[in-house]
């Protein structure tokens, strides 16, 4: 039992709270990109078999600022962002951390 306990701990404390922000704009004009869906998206394991699972999704504003804030994710796993408009993928910014600000996502 107190190996089982020990292992549980070990597990939990990979997990943390996560807080995100930052801005999607058009490459060359610098125009926000409004109402696109933003995915926070981190792999389940490590290895080379991705399962995706969503930390957390919003929707940019009208100055394409997103936030997405107050999400448990692993500390250890690889994490991306997604950008999406009319159900298309648009954009993807790699090795997101756990509580990146300013993040600047062009467009083309």
Same mark, same amino acid.
């Given at each position: 039992?107190?190996?089982? %306990?020990?292992?549980?701990?070990? /597990?939990?404390?990979?997990?943390?709270?996560?807080?995100?922000? !930052?801005?999607?704009?058009?490459?060359?004009?610098?125009?926000?990109?409004?109402?696109?869906?933003?995915?926070? /998206?981190?792999?389940?394991?490590? !290895?080379? *078999?991705?399962?995706?699972?969503?930390?957390?999704?919003?929707?940019? *504003?009208?100055?394409?600022?997103? /936030?997405?804030?107050?999400? /448990?994710? %692993?500390?250890?796993?690889?994490?991306?962002?997604?950008?999406?408009?009319?159900?298309?993928?648009?954009?993807?910014?790699?090795?997101?951390?756990? *509580?990146?600000?300013?993040? %600047?996502?062009?467009?083309?």
């Amino acid at each position: 039992m107190l190996i089982f %306990s020990f292992c549980l701990l070990l /597990v939990a404390c990979d997990k943390k709270k996560s807080g995100i922000s !930052g801005k999607v704009t058009y490459a060359g004009t610098g125009t926000p990109v409004f109402n696109a869906l933003v995915n926070y /998206v981190q792999c389940k394991t490590n !290895g080379e *078999n991705c399962e995706e699972i969503v930390i957390g999704q919003c929707y940019t *504003n009208q100055s394409g600022e997103f /936030v997405i804030d107050q999400k /448990v994710a %692993s500390k250890s796993k690889t994490k991306w962002i997604s950008v999406y408009k009319d159900n298309r993928k648009i954009a993807q910014k790699d090795n997101i951390g756990l *509580n990146d600000k300013n993040i %600047s996502i062009e467009i083309q």
